[in-house]
């Protein structure tokens, strides 16, 4: 259903848009309709765009199945024109109403398909080719039914434009074109499908490790009330500093995602996971303990404060990941200054991403054992994963050796406590015996991952590539991309393209997806021949300053990731933006619309 | 105890499992997208295996001015800002025909109107007659919205150089040529 509503709101956006900057579609320059005004006869309404006309004696109609018949269209008067070559011609403009008279010869025929042919042109000094436009129309119920344009029947018939291939955010900024709650509950949906990307899965062990972490019995009460707390503060985080970022136009995730905010949060990560490993216990002052213990008894949830506080950190920190849905929402609000809905639709997005976390809550209240050292394993699991958190926390910015030395040491560590390298008693138990397993795979990887570390391995996914005899190390050939750093720059680079299409993306060391982006999809050998016939551009946005936020200003990006693409005479391709992490096939679909402008 | 515990596992292993295979879904969901346009290589390979017929019925291979510099026109005898044009590519095949140029008229029209309007403006260069495979062409080198008129300028060495929506000012598209030949 979600996915249905976005891609017919998708199609709304590209026909509206249009694959061509200040010429509509076919469609939506000539939108037709048709019904039925008697047994006897059509009624076709043109709704003609301003600036467009249709011509009055190019029009042909066809009915189908061949025992309907139809007999000369009525036209209203129109606008006449000298024409040099055709003499007096006449045209529409605004909306136009043609009576087609008809017959049918047969009486059980219960619907009829109407083709009608038009001819029309824009002012700007271009004409559409014959266009085809289709109904179908129900004999028996004398009503109408929707119109579409589909294959072409008549050599002069042409197909209905593919859509071109809108970006995320325009997807996103259509969505936000509907109506409140619709737009609302769109968000909701959004965010329930942006809860099974990897970006939330960090959360379920921050959530998790809160809830392990309250060290008392947790009910399942206090393990729904706590997730709900801790989503509450995360939906707040994203409603307010969306609405925030949207007013002052600011570059949101640069300033929460640098690498101080970064390697701060994984600090706290690594502290709360030892805390886990039960190096120490976590604890305030007993003073102010007993005053916190005091209030919570009055305060359902417990330690809410620190929940919540917590849930307003853990937003940030996924922020660049749904990077798509938060610059569309954000490109809305920035744009039509409609604080209210924008910021109602990011709470309700937070909350959809916040669905599966409750359930999280709501069953480690059940699931988890209520004492014993079974809580034990549990906790230091939850330790482990915080760790694996901070590590991902802290990628972007850490040289790959020293993160794939962490993960290996990480692994390493994970297998110890699993008890990789202790004797199994000889009256195991099946579980004992599968921790064992686990544990020398975790061994075995940690150790491949520190070889690479000290071997030079270039290639996270293949710590040991580096070790191969033959293969040696790949060259990873960077993009050989032309570093622009203010709009000035950016100008004179699209002057010297010349002819030739211009790719400009937005990077920053903290963006997580150009990185992927980087290694994934520009190394793709498709991408890469695509690459050939085009100018790049990169605008390395790392440092922030005021020309920086001038770029970006200027194409109305809140910062990394964006992808923005010239056409041969130097016009930004409206539609055809890409914002995040695009695996290479559907990003060699868009460069070839890029070439193909 | 245990069993609690190994639920939660498994919990946890099939909502991730589920999430990754919907988040792939979903991504892929949004590359379906059909793209008709090709690369301008491509769009050289279709423009060089059409054939369409001229004024008296006679079939002519677009391949067949491969060498000269050639500039392809799309326009139909209804379409006055295609109509506005063509002096001005009668008048450029006058005086850098001798140079290497070429102007082909593809009209997507009826063929005695054409003819008529051919002879009228005393069009200088071979006019073909295009048909559903011209439309497609059309979009497939870039012209979306499916509108006239629309020109192709082809070098010597047969790369397409130039696509140019709308009507085109003789000194503009002289601009455009006389570097190419």
Same mark, same amino acid.
């Given at each position: 259903?979600?996915?249905?509503?976005?891609?017919?709101?998708?199609?709304?956006?590209?026909?509206?848009?249009?694959?061509?900057?200040?010429?509509?579609?076919?469609?939506?320059?000539?939108?037709?309709?048709?019904?039925?005004?008697?047994?006897?006869?059509?009624?076709?309404?043109?709704?003609?765009?301003?600036?467009?006309?249709?011509?009055?004696?190019?029009?042909?109609?066809?009915?189908?199945?061949?025992?309907?018949?139809?007999?000369?269209?009525?036209?209203?008067?129109?606008?006449?024109?000298?024409?040099?070559?055709?003499?007096?011609?006449?045209?529409?403009?605004?909306?136009?109403?043609?009576?087609?008279?008809?017959?049918?010869?047969?009486?059980?025929?219960?619907?009829?398909?109407?083709?009608?042919?038009?001819?029309?042109?824009?002012?700007?000094?271009?004409?559409?080719?014959?266009?085809?436009?289709?109904?179908?129309?129900?004999?028996?119920?004398?009503?109408?039914?929707?119109?579409?344009?589909?294959?072409?029947?008549?050599?002069?018939?042409?197909?209905?434009?593919?859509?071109?291939?809108? !970006?995320?955010?325009?997807?996103?900024?259509?969505?936000?074109?509907?109506?409140?709650?619709?737009?609302?509950?769109?968000?909701?949906?959004?965010?329930?499908?942006?809860?099974?990307?990897?970006?939330?899965?960090?959360?379920?062990?921050?959530?998790?490790?809160?809830?392990?972490?309250? !060290?008392?019995?947790?009910?399942? #009460?206090?393990?729904?009330?706590?997730?709900?707390?801790?989503?509450?503060?995360?939906?707040? #985080?994203? *409603?307010?500093?969306?609405?925030?970022?949207?007013?002052?136009?600011?570059?949101?995730?640069?300033?929460?995602?640098?690498?101080?905010?970064?390697?701060?949060? *994984?600090?706290?990560?690594?502290?709360?996971?030892?805390?886990?490993?039960?190096?120490?216990?976590?604890?305030?002052?007993?003073?102010?303990?007993?005053?916190?213990?005091?209030?919570?008894?009055?305060?359902?949830?417990?330690?809410?404060?620190?929940?919540?506080?917590?849930?307003?950190?853990?937003?940030?920190?996924?922020?660049?990941?749904? &990077?798509?849905?938060?610059?569309?929402?954000?490109?809305?609000?920035?744009?039509?200054?409609?604080?209210?809905?924008?910021?109602?639709?990011?709470?309700?997005?937070?909350?959809?991403?916040?669905?599966?976390?409750?359930?999280?809550?709501?069953?480690?209240?059940?699931?988890?054992?209520?004492?014993?050292?079974?809580?034990?394993?549990?906790?230091?699991?939850? !330790?482990?994963?915080?760790?694996?958190?901070?590590?991902?926390?802290?990628?972007?910015?850490?040289?790959?050796?020293?993160?794939?030395?962490?993960?290996?040491?990480?692994?390493?560590?994970?297998?110890?406590?699993?008890?990789?390298?202790? #004797?199994?008693?000889?009256?195991?138990?099946?579980?004992?015996?599968?921790?064992?397993?686990? !544990?020398?795979?975790?061994?075995? &990887?940690?150790?491949?991952?520190?070889?690479?570390?000290?071997?030079?391995?270039?290639?996270?996914?293949?710590?040991?590539?580096?070790?191969?005899?033959?293969?040696?190390?790949?060259?990873?050939?960077?993009?050989?991309?032309?570093?622009?750093?203010?709009?000035?720059?950016?100008?004179?680079?699209?002057?010297?393209?010349?002819?030739?299409?211009?790719?400009?993306?937005?990077?920053?060391?903290?963006?997580?997806?150009?990185?992927?982006?980087?290694?994934? #999809?520009?190394?793709?050998?498709?991408?890469?021949?695509?690459?050939?016939?085009?100018?790049?551009?990169?605008?390395?946005?790392?440092?922030?300053?005021?020309?920086?936020?001038?770029?970006?200003?200027?194409?109305?990006?809140?910062?990394?990731?964006?992808?923005?693409?010239?056409?041969?005479?130097?016009?930004?391709?409206?539609?055809?933006?890409?914002?995040?992490?695009?695996?290479?096939?559907?990003?060699?679909?868009?460069?070839?619309?890029?070439?193909?402008? | 105890?245990?069993?609690?515990?190994?639920?939660?596992?498994?919990?946890?292993?099939?909502?991730?499992?589920?999430?990754?295979?919907?988040?792939?879904?979903?991504?892929?969901?949004?590359?379906?997208?059909?793209?008709?346009?090709?690369?301008?290589?491509?769009?050289?390979? /279709?423009?060089?295996?059409? /054939?369409?017929?001229?004024?008296?019925?006679?079939?002519?291979?677009?391949?067949?001015?491969?060498?000269?510099?050639?500039?392809?026109?799309?326009?139909?005898?209804?379409?006055?800002?295609?109509?506005? %044009?063509?002096?001005?590519?009668?008048?450029?095949? %006058?005086?850098?025909?001798?140079?290497?140029?070429?102007?082909?008229?593809?009209?997507?029209?009826?063929?005695?109107?054409?003819?008529?309007?051919?002879? %009228?403006?005393?069009?200088?260069?071979?006019?073909?007659?295009?048909?559903?495979?011209?439309?497609?062409?059309? /979009?497939?080198?870039?012209?979306?919205?499916?509108?006239?008129?629309?020109?192709?300028?082809?070098?010597?060495?047969?790369?397409?150089?130039?696509?140019?929506?709308?009507?085109?000012?003789?000194?503009?598209? %002289?601009?455009?040529?006389?570097?190419?030949?």
């Amino acid at each position: 259903m979600m996915r249905f509503v976005l891609l017919l709101l998708l199609l709304c956006a590209s026909l509206a848009r249009g694959a061509e900057p200040d010429l509509l579609e076919p469609d939506k320059a000539f939108r037709f309709s048709a019904r039925l005004k008697d047994a006897h006869s059509i009624e076709v309404n043109y709704q003609i765009a301003p600036g467009y006309y249709l011509y009055r004696d190019k029009f042909r109609f066809a009915l189908t199945p061949a025992e309907a018949k139809a007999g000369a269209a009525q036209f209203p008067r129109g606008e006449k024109h000298k024409d040099e070559f055709f003499g007096e011609v006449e045209t529409y403009r605004g909306s136009l109403s043609i009576v087609l008279p008809f017959e049918v010869a047969k009486a059980d025929i219960s619907a009829i398909k109407l083709a009608v042919t038009s001819q029309g042109c824009a002012d700007v000094g271009v004409c559409y080719i014959p266009y085809e436009q289709n109904a179908e129309l129900k004999l028996a119920a004398l009503t109408s039914s929707a119109p579409r344009s589909d294959a072409p029947a008549s050599p002069f018939g042409v197909p209905a434009a593919a859509p071109a291939a809108g !970006g995320d955010d325009d997807r996103v900024a259509a969505l936000l074109g509907g109506g409140f709650w619709l737009a609302v509950a769109s968000f909701f949906g959004f965010g329930l499908l942006l809860s099974f990307t990897p970006c939330v899965l960090p959360m379920v062990p921050i959530l998790s490790g809160i809830i392990i972490g309250a !060290g008392r019995p947790v009910t399942r #009460t206090k393990g729904f009330t706590l997730a709900a707390v801790y989503v509450l503060g995360m939906a707040i #985080t994203y *409603a307010a500093a969306g609405v925030a970022a949207g007013l002052s136009g600011a570059m949101l995730s640069a300033t929460l995602q640098n690498p101080w905010v970064l390697g701060a949060f *994984a600090a706290i990560f690594v502290v709360l996971a030892l805390s886990m490993f039960g190096f120490y216990e976590l604890q305030l002052p007993a003073t102010l303990q007993s005053r916190l213990s005091g209030a919570s008894n009055r305060l359902p949830g417990g330690q809410g404060l620190g929940v919540f506080a917590m849930g307003v950190l853990s937003a940030l920190i996924v922020g660049p990941c749904v &990077a798509a849905p938060l610059a569309g929402a954000l490109l809305y609000i920035s744009q039509s200054r409609d604080v209210v809905l924008g910021g109602a639709a990011l709470f309700s997005m937070a909350l959809g991403m916040g669905v599966p976390l409750l359930a999280v809550g709501a069953s480690a209240g059940a699931l988890l054992p209520k004492a014993g050292a079974w809580m034990e394993s549990v906790k230091r699991f939850f !330790g482990a994963l915080l760790l694996a958190v901070a590590i991902y926390l802290v990628s972007p910015f850490t040289p790959l050796p020293l993160q794939m030395f962490l993960w290996g040491a990480l692994l390493v560590g994970s297998a110890v406590y699993l008890r990789a390298v202790d #004797t199994l008693p000889a009256d195991a138990g099946g579980v004992q015996r599968f921790g064992k397993v686990v !544990g020398l795979i975790a061994l075995v &990887a940690g150790g491949a991952y520190l070889i690479g570390a000290f071997s030079g391995s270039r290639d996270i996914f293949q710590p040991l590539a580096g070790l191969r005899a033959t293969g040696g190390v790949e060259t990873a050939h960077a993009t050989p991309f032309q570093r622009i750093a203010s709009v000035a720059e950016l100008d004179a680079r699209i002057r010297d393209a010349a002819g030739k299409p211009v790719m400009l993306d937005f990077y920053a060391d903290w963006c997580v997806s150009c990185k992927e982006m980087e290694r994934f #999809t520009f190394s793709d050998e498709r991408v890469k021949t695509r690459f050939q016939g085009m100018t790049l551009l990169q605008a390395d946005v790392t440092a922030n300053t005021a020309e920086h936020g001038a770029l970006l200003k200027r194409f109305r990006l809140f910062g990394p990731p964006g992808i923005i693409f010239f056409d041969r005479d130097g016009r930004e391709m409206q539609g055809l933006r890409v914002i995040g992490f695009q695996p290479a096939e559907r990003f060699a679909a868009v460069l070839d619309q890029a070439i193909g402008q | 105890m245990q069993t609690r515990t190994l639920a939660l596992f498994a919990v946890v292993a099939v909502a991730s499992a589920m999430g990754g295979s919907a988040y792939y879904l979903w991504s892929r969901s949004s590359a379906t997208v059909v793209d008709r346009s090709l690369t301008p290589g491509a769009v050289m390979e /279709r423009v060089y295996a059409t /054939r369409l017929t001229d004024l008296k019925g006679a079939g002519q291979g677009l391949d067949q001015w491969r060498g000269r510099v050639v500039v392809i026109n799309f326009w139909a005898t209804w379409c006055a800002p295609c109509r506005e %044009e063509i002096p001005g590519f009668v008048s450029l095949q %006058e005086r850098y025909g001798a140079l290497g140029l070429q102007f082909v008229g593809v009209a997507l029209d009826q063929p005695d109107k054409v003819a008529e309007f051919a002879r %009228e403006f005393r069009i200088n260069y071979p006019v073909l007659i295009g048909g559903l495979d011209v439309m497609d062409l059309l /979009r497939q080198a870039g012209n979306r919205a499916g509108v006239l008129p629309y020109t192709l300028v082809i070098d010597r060495q047969g790369n397409l150089v130039g696509r140019e929506r709308g009507g085109l000012k003789e000194s503009k598209l %002289e601009g455009l040529i006389q570097p190419l030949l």
